[in-house]
Every structure is written in structure tokens, then in C-alpha cells.
């Protein structure tokens, strides 16, 4: 392997931080760049209230962290995953997220300490990743740097990446290395400066159908969190015209997000509104018991944010690579709807995925088809599921504006599969639950508790189970909140 190798990361997001955990501390030089200010160096409220980050614009959204990312934090960096816990971040596992029935079946298994989501606003993670990375040997941070494009040579028909032209102090500087990683985000220019090199960058996209809203409460002086109450409403449920979750955090913070289907132009004009989201958040018993005025007090504005789609950037063309010391990482390289949370462990992974691949040989060209292979192995499954899902959702969302609309037989069977088969089952049998679980985490591929045939022959099991059955054993549950039409009452909008 190359000894001291220098390794230049564009962008000092969730993946430059996963970047930076990978290649610092050992052998490597690493260098992360940002036109963003550093974080301040006080607290999560004060990184929260204060931090100027315009190059993230989620960065206010709300966030939770998957079980994939947790696990690796706490096999890889244990100290950082105290850090966080010291700063007022939480774990969330499945033992504490059991329904009623479940709650009767459960005995610990193996794997169970995988299925852990960490609670804690997006600006508390990036500060205490931040301040443990630039702890690590060999790693230098240099904000307010933003990158202006490649420094590139031609030889056999591949562009070789010798370095990036960084912008300081008004003043454009090169800065040359061995290895180039683009963690600049959604709105990288990279494929437009290697399009310009004659790169040919393809790019599959298809769209989420939601716009995000988010809004952030506090619990007030002297108020607790709600208590737990496993069968009573969901703290997020999916209304066909809506999407909502209350993601609790750090620090007696917590945020709640409607998504809102494009098609909804009225909805989602409204729902900007502090005073329209509030209400429609209160409409949800699930989001209510929070938000309840006499609890928790708003301290942010209602941000939004649109253009999301699933996104997949090709840099290899005909499988082999055509530029070559370079590598996309997170959202420069790969974006999914934020709705299933997926983004932030991606781009860990992603990170320790190069890393991998940067170890195993010197040889340029063997390092990117690594690379890309390792790419398609680990998050292909995902993102493919993702779009399949929400091109479902698309049509489901255009549905419910149409009162003229008759569901074909598929459509009605696929519907009774998943709210009178899947969604039952997973509420009522542990065992289910817990394959999915591990779905929704990132730690088993999107379809791998269909092939076992126990889990199957559950489902299936309480598919056919008569519906009343089903109601009397608490597995279905309760309403999550108005159906549409009585939703655009209340709002005085116009269906
Ligand atoms: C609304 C919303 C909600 C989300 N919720 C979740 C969630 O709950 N869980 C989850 O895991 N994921 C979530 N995601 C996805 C997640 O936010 C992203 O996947 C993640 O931030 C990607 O990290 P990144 O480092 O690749 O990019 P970013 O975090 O966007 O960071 C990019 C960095 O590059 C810098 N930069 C950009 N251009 C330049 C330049 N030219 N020079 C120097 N620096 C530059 C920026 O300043 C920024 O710091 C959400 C996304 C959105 C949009």
C-alpha cells in the first residue's frame, strides 16, 4: 500500500465527516475542505440556534440516524458514540419501540443492538463528528474554502485528478494529491467541470413526489416528553394526501415534518403557514401529544425544501472508469428520498466502502471499478426499492384527489397485502417485526425478509385472518388523523 498518501475532500458534511473518520488516524494525510464557517465550538443549542450553513440547506430539517450508522459508530469509533450520548444524543431500540402484542413475545436475540436509531438534531451530529475528527492524526479541516474545480491531466484517454482549485481569502490557490473525494452534496459541480473534460457523467433519476416541511419544538420549562404509549397513535403515519413524523432529538428538542405530495399545490402552499402546520400537526393525535401547546413551545420557522429525487451518478461508462483519483461519496454521488432516512448512513458507509477500496491496491483504475462495485453491492438494493416505492406513492397521491378513481384488482390486492397482511403482521409478531426492523435499518437488503419462508408464511397467515380477529388483537393501529377531505375542512382550503 502507499505510504502517506494525501487525500482531499471536498465538502465537510455527514460524508466528508464519514471521510474523515475512514482515512484519518492512520497512514494517510487527509485535507477537508469548506466554503461553509466551522461549527461553533460551544454547544448543540448554540450550533443549532447560531450556525450560518448555507451549503447544507437540510441541515434544519429534521434528521434520525439508522441503526447502520449507529452500528458502525459504535464498532468503529466507540468514544465518539460516548461523545454523542454526553452531548444529550439518545439511542432508540427495538425493544423500546415494541407494540402491545409484540411486547409478549419478545426475548432478546442476537443483532438486537444493531437496531438502534440515534436521536439527535442533524447539527448536533455534524458538531461532535466534527470536533472527534479533527482530533484524528493527520486530519486538518480548512473552512471557508470553496472549491472552484479539478486540476486534471489527460494520458490514454483517461483524466487523471492531481488536485482541486480552491478559493481562500478571495484568492484562487491549487492544491495538489494523490486521491480526490467529491462530498460537496446535492449540488456538486463536479459533473458539470468533468462533463467539461470530457467525462461523459450519467445520471438516473427519478422523482420523490414530496416537498418536506419541518418545524422544531423544545419541551417547556418543568414539561416532560410524553410518556410511551405502545398502542396508542404513531408518532408518524403515511395519509395517502400527507406524511408525518415527530423525530425527537437532543436536548429537550424535537421536530416535526410533513411531507406533502407535489401534486397538493393548495396543501402545500398552506402548510408554510407556522399557524397551518401547527394545526394540522394537532389534527395527528401521534404529533399532537407532543406538539401540545401546553408542552412544548415552537423555536424555529416552518422550512421547506423540494426538488428531491432518487438520483444515481455514473462516472464509469461501459463499466470501465474514465477519470481516475477521484470518487463520489454521499449525496454528490448518490441521493434518495429523505423520507426513509437513509442519506447520512449511506454516505458513512460509502466513505468506509472507499476506504476499503483504497487499501485493497495502488492501481488507479482497479480502486474505482472496486469502488463502484462495492457501490452497486451495498446501496444499489436500496435506492432501486426507494424509487420503486415512491413512484407507488406518486400514483397513490394522485389518486386520492380523483373521486372518480376505481382501483384496479392488482392495486386492490397489493393494498390488502400490505394493510391487511404485511402491516399486521409486523405489528403483531415479533419476529416479523424484527425482519423488517432490519430493513428499515439498512442492515438486511429491502426484500431479503421475503425469502424467508417463517416470516412468509406469517404474513400470509395474518393476511387471511378475518379482519375483526385482527382488530380485536390490537393489529392494526389506531387512526393516525383525518382522511383529506375532513383535513381541508379544517384548513379552510379548497379541495
Ligand atoms: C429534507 C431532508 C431530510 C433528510 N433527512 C435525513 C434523515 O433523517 N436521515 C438521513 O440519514 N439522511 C437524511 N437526509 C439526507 C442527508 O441529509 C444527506 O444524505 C446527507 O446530508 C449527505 O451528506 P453529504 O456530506 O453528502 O452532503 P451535505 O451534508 O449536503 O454536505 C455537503 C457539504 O459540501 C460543502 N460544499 C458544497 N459545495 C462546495 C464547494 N464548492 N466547496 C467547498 N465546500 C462545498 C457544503 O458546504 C456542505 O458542507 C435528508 C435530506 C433532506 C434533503
Known sequence: MRTNEHVLIAGSGISGLGAALAFGGGSRRVTILDRDPPPPATSP?????????????????????LGRLTSLIRDRYPDLMQELLAEGTRLFGFEDGLTPPQMSQYAPAQGDDDLKLLFSRRT???????RYAARLPGVEFINDAGVRGPIVRHE????????????????????????????????????????????????????????????????????????????????????????FGVFIADNRHFSVTLAVPEIETELRMAVMKPEVFDAICL??????????????????????????????????????????????????????????????????????????????????????????????????????SMVELDLGAIKRAANERNPDYQPSLRAKLTKSFTEDGLMPAQRGNVEVGRAMSRVFHMLDEPTAFLKRPAIVARILATWVTPKATKQARGLYPPKAGPDRAEMFKLLKIAA
Not at 124 to 130: A, G
Request: glycine share 10%; net charge neutral.
Open 156 to 243: 490514454n484517454g483517461k483524466v487523471i485528478v492531481e488536485g482541486l482549485k480552491v478559493e481562500r481569502n478571495g484568492a484562487v490557490e491549487e492544491m495538489r494529491a494523490d486521491v480526490v473525494v467529491d462530498a460537496s452534496g446535492r449540488a456538486t459541480s463536479f459533473p458539470d467541470w468533468l462533463r467539461a473534460e470530457g467525462v461523459t457523467v450519467r445520471e438516473e433519476s427519478s422523482p420523490c413526489g414530496i416537498l418536506y416541511f419541518t418545524r422544531h419544538y423544545k419541551l417547556r420549562d418543568g414539561q416532560d416528553e410524553p410518556p410511551r404509549d405502545p398502542g396508542g397513535p404513531a408518532g408518524g403515519a403515511d395519509l395517502g394526501y400527507i406524511k
Open 45 to 65: 443549542d448554540e450550533a443549532f440556534y447560531k450556525w450560518e450553513r448555507r451549503g447544507a440547506t437540510q441541515l434544519r430539517h429534521s434528521h434520525a440516524f
Open 283 to 384: 389534527a395527528m393525535p401521534g404529533a399532537a401529544r407532543w406538539m401540545n401547546p401546553e408542552r412544548a413551545e415552537p423555536v424555529s420557522k416552518v422550512f421547506a425544501m423540494g426538488e428531491l429525487v432518487n438520483l444515481w451518478r455514473h462516472y464509469l461508462k461501459d463499466g470501465e472508469p474514465q477519470v481516475l483519483n477521484f470518487f463520489p461519496l454521499g449525496d454528490a454521488a448518490i441521493r434518495t428520498n429523505p423520507l426513509y432516512g437513509r442519506g447520512c448512513s449511506s454516505g458513512v458507509v460509502e466513505a468506509h466502502l472507499l476506504r476499503a477500496a483504497l487499501d485493497a491496491t495502488d492501481d488507479p483504475l482497479a480502486r474505482a471499478k472496486k469502488y463502484e462495485q462495492d457501490l452497486t453491492t451495498n446501496i444499489r438494493p436500496y435506492f432501486n
Open 124 to 130: 448536533t451530529l455534524e458538531l461532535v463528528l466534527r
